[in-house]
């Protein structure tokens, strides 16, 4: 099987970020799994619709150029005062000001926090933000990831020390795997602005779900609950084309 690629964003600009540590344990531990760039946004200017030039800056062309040719995207947010950190909600302003490309995009959601649920507001803040008209990304629902205690959760290389976080963490990556993939007829549609049929699409994947799965009742389950997202995205927008 060809492996996706997908790319990482940190919710903080903090020189000393467990969410950016977070992506790296990512980046380097689920090889196997997926190409996994993680994309640094600590030099973009908070928005301001009075300033386009930053659309045309260097900076932010790279970031949108990598995000449209990924697969899918996972974000790691940290929570300040129940939300997401500003500059993590100006680029999702300047991610759907002009220009769209989190359109019918996979998205995963995590976060590191010092607390133990730390980053439950947030998460939940940020999905209701991506979710929202103008991104339109296919946030991964459930399969939430909050790291706790995050001070002490890796050692001095970068890995996550407590063995059952760590192999929760890949299961949650491997049915963002499996979601990606399954998305992945809608969202090169959408990229391309291909017109499409539903209908098409829904056979598709059912067979390519039913041909994996056929002999575990629970995977035909959880894989039929990935494709939900594909429904539920094609009704929300077709009212817009009638």
Sequence with gaps: MVKIKLVGIAGSISEQSYNRELLYYIQHSFKDLFDFEVLDIKDLPLFNQDHLE????????????KIEAADGVVIATPEHNRTVPAPLKSLLEWLSFKIHPLKAKPVKIMGASYLDQGTSSAQMHLRQILESPGIDALVLPGQEFLLGNCQSAFDKDGNIIDQKTAQYLRKSMEVF?????????????????????????????????????????????????????????????????Q
Excluded: G
């Excluded at 659309?55 to 150029?65: A, C, N, P, T, Y």
């Design 54 to 65: 930053v659309l045309e800056s260097f900076e932010f062309q790279e970031i949108q150029k």
């Design 177 to 241: 795997v499996t979601y990606v993939f399954t998305l992945k007829p809608l969202s090169q549609s959408v990229s391309l602005n291909h017109e499409f049929q539903m209908e098409e699409i829904w056979a598709s994947q059912l067979l390519q779900v039913l041909d994996r799965t056929s002999d575990d009742p629970t995977r035909v389950y959880s894989q039929l609950q990935a494709i939900r997202p594909i429904v539920e995205w094609y009704q929300s927008h077709s009212v817009d084309n």
